[in-house]
């Protein structure tokens, strides 16, 4: 599976988008880009995940760059309880299910 | 209904002992996983097993033997226990094993090994 680089930490106001950027310059073709999100003393939670195109939820919006060597993960409401560690992973989607967990982004979401 | 349940969610025990730790989740995935996530927040996966078949076992000392008796509960056993077992463990649930469709979390047991 590719390497992921995130920043290590982030800000964000309260009500502002948060946009969490990640480099995967070394994904390769059948790689999709997963996110996941720690809220402390918490277990991990799915966000959403992509392959090329763009990819929106009820939590999220994930843009992939057309190269697809980054990606952007865009909360577009933060509130306080968004602050947590977020995760960039890039794996196969047949691969046996094996997250490779980073260091991730922790975003602090401030009033 | 809590979806993945694990118990205890704390536990403090004495090095050398044994003991367990449950997971259950009632989402009818067929794939179950440990995770171990340790002081400096690193996650990283022990375990998973698809319809209670083992399908992933890292480089784990054999004092940790996980036990699917169905694919709802994967239960984990950690013998003889040392200092450096004290983290958080999640147990995890996906459909499939590949896990492409998101993984679903356990709030952790923390264990503290004294």
């Known amino acids: 599976d590719a390497k992921t680089t995130q920043p290590p930490s982030m800000d964000c106001a309260e009500g502002r988008a948060a946009n969490l950027p990640c480099n995967h310059s070394t994904i390769s073709g059948n790689e999709y880009v997963y996110w996941y999100r720690q809220i402390h003393s918490q277990g991990p939670q799915y966000i959403i995940h992509?392959?090329?195109n763009n990819e929106t939820n009820e939590m999220a919006s994930l843009i992939i760059t057309e190269d697809r060597k980054s990606s952007t993960l865009i909360l577009p409401h933060a509130t306080l309880r968004d602050t947590a560690v977020y995760y960039c992973?890039?794996?196969?989607?047949?691969?046996?299910?094996?997250?490779?967990f980073g260091q991730g982004t922790t975003l602090q979401v401030k009033p | 209904d809590t979806a993945v349940s694990q118990t205890p969610k704390y536990l403090v025990t004495q090095m050398g002992n044994d003991k367990s730790i449950k997971c259950e989740q009632n989402l009818g995935h067929d794939t179950m996983y440990w995770y171990k996530q340790d002081s400096k927040k690193f996650l990283k996966i022990m375990f998973s097993y698809n319809n209670k078949e083992l399908i992933i076992n890292e480089t784990v000392p054999n004092r940790f033997s996980p036990k699917s008796p169905d694919k709802a509960h994967l239960n984990l056993h950690i013998n003889s226990l040392e200092l450096g077992d004290s983290a958080v463990y999640f147990c995890a649930s996906s459909q499939g094993a590949s896990g492409h469709h998101g993984y679903t979390f356990g709030s952790g047991t923390r264990l503290t090994v004294v």
């Open positions: 992973i890039v794996r196969v989607a047949g691969n046996t299910g094996k997250l490779i």
């Open positions: 992509g392959l090329k």
